[in-house]
Nanobody, 115 residues
Framework: QVQLVESGGGLVQAGGSLRLSCAASESIFSFNVMGWYRQALGKQRELVARISNGGNTNYDGSVKGRFTISRSITKNTVYLQMNSLKPEDAGVYYC?????????WGKGTLVTVSS
């Protein structure tokens, strides 16, 4: 059973930074892609950033240049470094991993950005 555990959320002032972590229960190389999604109150879950097995990255336009997705193979962990945070970045951030046609999700970590 794949498990993804997020951490690192919290309250930060606008302009501040946070680093989210997603620890996987197995080698992250077993997944075709891993990513971070966020869901603001009353809105749909949306893709923020993802990284493929080969290391290719994609970002939503709203975070490009401010957020960086990375990974540690030895720690089976994917990170999301978030800089220059804006109030509209607030929400629950979920880690996602996909393999063999299946999607796996963590329980999420809350990010609150005060203006």
């Amino acid at each position: 059973q794949v498990q993804l555990v997020e951490s690192g959320g919290g309250l930060v002032q606008a302009g501040g930074s946070l680093r989210l972590s997603c620890a996987a229960s197995e080698s992250i190389f077993s997944f075709n892609v891993m990513g971070w999604y966020r869901q603001a109150l009353g809105k749909q879950r949306e893709l923020v950033a993802r990284i493929s097995n080969g290391g290719n990255t994609n970002y939503d336009g709203s975070v490009k240049g401010r957020f960086t997705i990375s990974r540690s193979i030895t720690k089976n962990t994917v990170y999301l470094q978030m800089n220059s945070l804006k109030p509209e970045d607030a929400g629950v951030y979920y880690c996602n991993a996909g393999k063999d046609g299946m999607d796996y999700w963590g329980k999420g970590t809350l990010v609150t950005v005060s203006s």
